[in-house]
């Protein structure tokens, strides 16, 4: 059985960590910014993310099916945005500014996909958590759903954070 990390539910980000993880995340990382990644949820021990269906991101002219490409992208940001919240709420003692240069040494280290079905919809949900967060390394889980609800590919992915 996996031990997930546990969080406060009611522990909240500051808007001044929030606006500064999104910026990070949804302007200053340029791939994000090529898939269309944002950021629909942001709490400590959950984030939803968003892509929206675009051409340059069709994998099968003849289906409209999105790139498998795009899928495993898309999870592992998502992950890596869920590790960057369980740090933030681990650091809530320290200022938003300082919480937000602690993810200049976040890096996938491992990273795995299944792909459940075919992507085809409008726009793709995204869901990350971390199931560990250790002194140097995070273990993670993520979901990739269609618009409908529909569990379309799954991941699980390790980072170092130190």
């Known amino acids: 059985m996996i031990k997930k990390t546990v969080l406060p539910a009611e522990l909240e980000f500051e808007p001044e960590f929030v606006i500064g993880l999104k910026k990070i995340f949804e302007e200053m990382i340029n791939f994000n910014l090529i898939l269309g990644l944002k950021i ?3 709490k400590p021990a959950l984030v939803r993310g968003r892509i929206d269906m675009k051409p340059d991101l069709i994998g099968h002219f003849s289906f409209n099916r999105l790139h498998g490409g795009v899928i495993s992208a898309g999870l592992d940001a998502i992950a890596g945005l869920a590790v960057m919240a369980a740090l933030g709420a681990r650091h809530m003692d320290e200022p938003p500014m300082q919480r937000l240069h602690r993810f200049s040494k976040l890096g996938t280290i491992d990273l ?24 140097r390394v995070a273990s993670t889980r993520m979901e990739f759903l269609g618009a409908n609800g529909e569990l379309l590919s799954t991941g699980t992915a390790a980072y170092i954070v130190s």
């Open 112 to 135: 795995r996909v299944d792909y459940l079905r075919p992507a085809i919809g409008e726009y793709f949900e995204l869901r990350g958590e971390v199931m560990r967060l250790g002194s």
């Open 40 to 42: 629909t949820t942001l």
